[in-house]
């Protein structure tokens, strides 16, 4: 069965900051993709007024999601992000480990554990 974590991030911006969010989310994937080879999806999608994104994001497994929380791009972005955005929801699929769970009980995230499937990698 797979190790992977998946992640769905659902933000509220108000319209003043969605520039500055789309600047900030921009550097984040742009930090991640190239100090992170553990995360194999980092995506931003917008809603048509840009006031709501999702950002999806794949991890190897629990490992990858705990480096990714502790890099510079979560210490130095993350930070800018929560200070112009509601983090409205975040939802988890996968495994996670004990550590990861209680990374995640802060974030108040809801987690989907894997049952049965595959996936196709492309």
Avoid: W
């Amino acid at each position: 069965m797979s190790k992977n974590i998946h992640i769905s991030a659902e933000f509220t911006i108000e319209k003043d900051n969605v520039k500055q969010f789309k600047k900030l989310i921009k550097q984040m994937s742009n930090m991640v993709q190239a100090n992170e080879p553990n995360t194999s999806v980092y995506e931003a999608y917008f809603s048509e007024d840009g006031t709501k994104c999702m950002v999806h994001e794949t991890y190897t497994d629990s490992k990858a999601v705990l480096s990714h929380n502790d890099s510079m791009a979560s210490k130095t972005i993350l930070p800018r992000i929560f200070n112009i955005a509601i983090l409205d929801k975040l939802d988890v699929y996968g495994n996670p480990n004990k550590e990861l769970k209680n990374l995640l009980a802060g974030f108040n995230s809801q987690i989907f554990n894997l049952y049965t499937g595959f996936n196709r990698e492309l």
